[in-house]
């Protein structure tokens, strides 16, 4: 549910925008410590540390699009790929508030109204449920006249402008739900594991997120979903397959890798293909 969620919010950004950002996995990590570091250090609720860490993603993702969309294309993609280099590098460095490689431990619980998420059923419940509001926030999203702007500025931005449609604050405000709704994996994340450490957000688990995206669908809510099942549960199960140890582990990534590829050769436009390209 945590990658459907990350998935999901790329999709906003990459699928519809056509704004290929490799940032993801920084804002990820920056709901993340948010929650982490307001709850250990200040102890804050999970009500009040959720709306914060949502807040602080969006504002430095606002900042961020200003200054990447500027640019276009593979020039973009580098820059995102660059404010995710930054972003890991301060969760790894700034000693002071993100404890550096050392990571923050004994992050509580998420209790609401006095309920407790102790246990995995409970929190999986949970997760379901803020899973299902955001699904639903982005497919009305997708549906609305501003979703049809973002579809129609990726296709072909100047002809969009030409209609006197407003496309580069389209793609800031894409830019920055993209980055809010990312923060919402990122607090459940924290609190679930109860530590974090900065190599949970490196630039390979936003190539990983990119992924998922591109093998759902680019513009595709629910082949994101699909995708973001088979990349994670498709490695536990070859645990399960019989394998002589000293191979085991080596072969399990030979297989996950042909698997890859065999899938974008089959699936070379996404595991769910809407005829509109509207889902």
């Not at 949970?126 to 973002?150: C, E, Q, W």
């Not at 209609?163 to 990122?186: N, R």
């Not at 997120?209 to 595709?220: A, E, Q």
Request: aromatic share 12%; glycine share 8%; hydrophobic share 55%.
């Amino acid at each position: 549910m945590l990658y459907v969620m990350l998935s999901q919010s790329l999709t906003l950004t990459a699928g519809y925008s056509g704004l290929i950002s490799l940032a993801h996995a920084g804002f990820y990590g920056i709901g993340a410590y948010t929650s982490a570091i307001l709850s250990v250090d200040y102890g804050f609720p999970f009500l009040a540390t959720l709306p914060i860490a949502m807040l602080i993603s969006g504002i430095l993702a606002v900042f961020v699009s200003v200054i990447a969309l500027r640019t276009v294309d593979d020039y973009f993609i580098i820059i995102t790929l660059g404010i995710q280099v930054v972003a890991f590098s301060i969760m790894n460095n700034w000693m002071d508030l993100t404890n550096g490689p050392l990571g923050i431990p004994g992050i509580p619980a998420i209790s609401i109204l006095g309920f407790e998420f102790s246990n995995k059923i409970s929190f999986l419940l949970l997760t379901l449920i803020l899973t299902a509001i955001v699904f639903y926030i982005l497919k009305n999203i997708t549906k609305s006249p501003f979703g049809r702007i973002l579809i129609a500025l990726s296709e072909d931005e100047i002809f969009t402008k030409s209609l006197g449609k407003k496309v580069y604050q389209a793609k800031v405000i894409s830019f920055t739900i993209g980055a809010m709704f990312a923060a919402i994996p990122g607090v459940l994340y924290a609190h679930y594991i109860s530590y974090i450490d900065p190599t949970s957000f490196t630039v390979d688990e936003s190539i990983f997120i990119l992924s998922i995206v591109i093998i759902g669908g680019m513009r595709n809510l629910w082949g994101a979903a699909i995708a973001a099942a088979v990349l994670i549960i498709l490695p536990e199960a070859l645990r399960f397959v019989g394998m002589p140890g000293n191979i085991a582990a080596n072969m399990r990534q030979i297989i996950y890798g042909l698997a890859l590829v065999i899938m974008m050769f089959k699936y070379s436009k996404g595991f769910v293909v809407e005829k509109n390209a509207e889902m």
